[in-house]
Structures are given as C-alpha cells and as structure tokens.
C-alpha cells in the first residue's frame, strides 16, 4: 500500500501566535463576562433580580427619575432590549413608568417604595463578588477603572471607524 505524504509545512507566520484563542482580550472579557453573569444569578435570586434588571437599579438607585434615553445611555442597551425590561419590572412593582410633564415624548422611569427597598438587600452583593473573585476592593476598583478605560477607547475607534 502506498504510503501517504503528508502537505509541506510552511513557514509559521508570527503573527499565528496571536491567533490562539488563549491570547484573545476578547474572548477573556466574555468568559470572564458569562461567568460573573453565573456568579450573580444565585445572589440575585433572593431579591427576584434578573442581573439586567439589577443594572437599571444599580443606575436608579444612583438617581431616580430618569429618562429611558438615559437609562439606556448608561446601560448601552437600545430601546428594543430595554422596553421590555421595564415593562417587566414595572409589572413587578419595582418602578413607573410617566410620561415627562415637560415633554410628552420622553418617559421617565422612577423607583416604586418596593424598588427602592431593594437597595438595603442588594447591599451585600459587591462584598459577595469581592470575596468570589478574591481580589482586594483596591484591586477591584482599579480592574474596573481600567475596563472602563478601554471600552471608552474601543467606543470612540468604533466611532472613528464609522
């Protein structure tokens, strides 16, 4: 039987090095991201908290009142994804939805007593993360920073790019 030769191998381009998925900032936000997303669920549970609605409290419980274009601004969630997650927790009881007095055309969102209530319970949730990830609260804050730094940049080159 003939034996089978195998291709030439070519040269290793240096640049594959970058291409193994152990060496993509990319996929180490989104593993790191499902699994803060895991590590939340069973602390968010009690409260009867999806992790999406605990953001828009987290953002209100910071300042109450405001408007989804806001919310939605802050949270980098369109108004397609972020409808249906208010109508949810306004059905819940946790906030309300109004009309702006002002402006017809704008709906601010405010915390109900139930929403705003939740505030006392949620308290422990960053010391539970702070113990999970066993980092100090100095090294979590400046991680945080840092994360924050590099969306802002990777925003404005998406912008730039556009």
Known sequence: MPTRKSPPQAAADPRDHWLKLDHQLCFAL?????????????????????YPQYLVLLVLWEQDGQPVSALGERLSLDSGTLTPLLKRMEQSGLLQRLRDANDERRVLITLTHDGRALKKAARKIPE???????CGLDELQALTQRLHALRDQLQRSVQAAA
Do not use: I, R, V
């Open 30 to 50: 989104y593993s790191s991201s499902l699994a803060m997303t895991k590590l939340y669920k069973p602390l968010l549970a009690p409260l009867g908290l999806t």
């Open 128 to 134: 539970s993360l702070a113990c999970a990830s066993a």
